[in-house]
């Protein structure tokens, strides 16, 4: 069973900068895509970034000019750099791979924007 390990969540002022992680617990390359979504209470879970094994990558509007996402094949993690954070971004996030059409989640981690 894979597993997705998120950390680097926390809380955070305005207009500053968080670098969130995903440790898979086996090789990730045969995932594709990998990214990240959120979910903020009360809303959908909604697709944040993602990366695709060649290194392409897809980020939605809200966080385009803002985050960037990477992957390190040899390291088995996915990251997220976060900056310019803004108190809409509050919100729980997840890591998600997928792999032959089949998705795993991590549990997420939680991330404040406040002052």
């Known amino acids: 069973q894979v597993q997705l390990v998120e950390s680097g969540g926390g809380l955070v002022q305005p207009g500053g900068s968080l670098r969130l992680s995903c440790a898979a617990s086996e090789s990730i390359l045969g995932f594709n895509p990998m990214g990240w979504y959120r979910q903020a209470p009360g809303k959908q879970r909604e697709l944040v970034a993602f990366i695709a094994s060649g290194g392409s990558t897809n980020y939605a509007d809200s966080a385009k000019g803002r985050f960037t996402i990477s992957r390190d094949n040899a390291g088995n993690t996915v990251t997220l750099q976060m900056s310019s954070l803004k108190p809409e971004d509050t919100a729980v996030y997840y890591c998600?791979?997928?792999?032959?059409?089949?998705?795993?989640w991590g549990q997420g981690t939680q991330v404040t924007v406040s002052s």
């Open positions: 998600y791979a997928n792999r032959l059409g089949r998705p795993y």
